[in-house]
């Protein structure tokens, strides 16, 4: 069975960080392309950020570069998203998913095997 768990989340004040991880089970990473997203209540999904295991590109959306950043530990087969200089508007919930090879463009649809979830909310 395939699972993605996410984790890392929780209140943070503007400005601050917060590290969410992506624990993969199931399946190796090896040739996959992990993808971080988020909805906040009233919005459709937004991809945010990839990283593909088969080459190391990575992927940012305009609304994070610079802020955020992806990374993978493979002996862990763990994604993670480090999160710097948040703002209220990043208050939202936040999922992993899996596709094979290369990222592309960051469409839910793409993408397979969600985690539940992880609430990030910012606020003073």
């Known amino acids: 069975q395939v699972q993605f768990v996410e984790s890392g989340g929780g209140l943070a004040q503007p400005g601050g960080s917060l590290r969410l991880s992506c624990a993969a089970s199931?399946?190796?990473?090896?040739?996959?392309?992990i993808g971080w997203f988020r909805q906040a209540p009233g919005k459709e999904r937004e991809g945010l950020s990839c990283?593909?295991?088969?080459?190391?590109?990575?992927y940012y959306s305009n609304s994070v570069k610079g802020r955020f950043t992806i990374s993978t530990d493979n002996a862990k087969n763990t994604v993670y998203l480090q999160m710097n200089g948040l703002q209220p508007e990043d208050t939202a919930v936040y999922y992993c998913?899996?596709?094979?090879?290369?990222?592309?463009?960051?469409?839910?649809?793409?993408?397979?095997?969600w985690g539940q979830g992880t609430q990030v909310t910012v606020s003073s």
């Open positions: 990283i593909s295991n088969s080459d190391g590109s990575t």
């Open positions: 199931g399946i190796s990473l090896r040739n996959r392309a």
């Open positions: 998913a899996a596709r094979l090879g290369y990222c592309g463009p960051l469409y839910p649809y793409y993408f397979s095997s």
